[in-house]
T-cell receptor, first 112, second 114 residues
Framework: GAGVSQSPSNKVTEKGKDVELRCDPI?????LYWYRQSLGQGLEFLIY????????KSGLPSDRFSAERTGGSVSTLTIQRTQQEDSAVYLC??????????FGSGTRLTVV | GDSVTQMEGPVTLSEEAFLTINCTYT??????LFWYVQYPGEGLQLLLK?????DKGSNKGFEATYRKETTSFHLEKGSVQVSDSAVYFC?????????????FGKGITLSVRP
């Protein structure tokens, strides 16, 4: 597509529920990144996929967070047993060569 | 590890005022440096970048110079406009390749009054 598409744009969930956030990158972009934007915390790196290489999961804050990327395209970020501190905007970005990123508009997650 | 520190915000300026937003970094290698901007209701987008020491990035009247000696990448604009109101993020990366993830500062909100 023309840009990075994320869905849903907004998600309200109850504490303890699981959520899935989707990212559809620009076609042909081999690199895909997930970031979390929390109030007062800036942008925090979560996970990075590059082609068929093992993902860099070094930013995932706990084992409740996981992500996969199917067929080198769409990615899903899953948060299990959500907590209130998980409330944030989750941003996805893709890149053709690791230099020029295109960011999606994000998913605003609110855990109540 | 690598980190980026931005000055505390928010910043409020009158139109046509001079803008400086400070950014310093700590890095184990020789990263590329970036400024990203997030306009209200829009996604994050690249404003400018510099890939090596003494390089100057510029775009839309904004400039930043990669200063290795002071590990800084301060953003400047000579005359801000209301349309510059946004959140500004300083960032670094070692891309392309395996280390291409961006490390961001906390961001600073700029509001420009007419």
């Amino acid at each position: 597509g023309a840009g990075v598409s994320q869905s849903p744009s907004n998600k309200v969930t109850e504490k303890g529920k699981d959520v899935e956030l989707r990212c559809d990158p620009i076609s042909g972009h081999t690199a895909l990144y997930w970031y979390r934007q929390s109030l007062g915390q800036g942008l925090e790196f979560l996970i990075y996929f590059q082609g068929n290489s093992a993902p860099d999961k070094s930013g995932l804050p706990s084992d409740r967070f996981s992500a996969e990327r199917t067929g080198g395209s769409v990615s899903t970020l899953t948060i299990q047993r959500t907590q209130q501190e998980d409330s944030a905007v989750y941003l996805c970005a893709s890149s053709a060569n690791g230099e020029k990123y295109t960011f999606g508009s994000g998913t605003r997650l609110t855990v109540v | 590890g690598d980190s980026v520190t931005q000055m505390e915000g928010p910043v409020t300026l009158s139109e046509e005022a001079f803008l400086t937003i400070n950014c310093t970094y700590t890095a184990t290698g020789y990263p590329s440096l970036f400024w990203y901007v997030q306009y209200p209701g829009e996604g994050l987008q690249l404003l400018l970048k510099a890939t090596k020491a003494d390089d100057k990035g510029s775009n839309k009247g904004f400039e930043a110079t990669y200063r290795k000696e002071t590990t800084s990448f301060h953003l400047e604009k000579g005359s801000v406009q209301v349309s510059d109101s946004a959140v500004y993020f300083c960032a670094l990366s070692y891309g392309p390749g395996a280390n291409s993830k961006l490390t961001f500062g906390k961001g600073i909100t700029l509001s420009v009054r007419p």
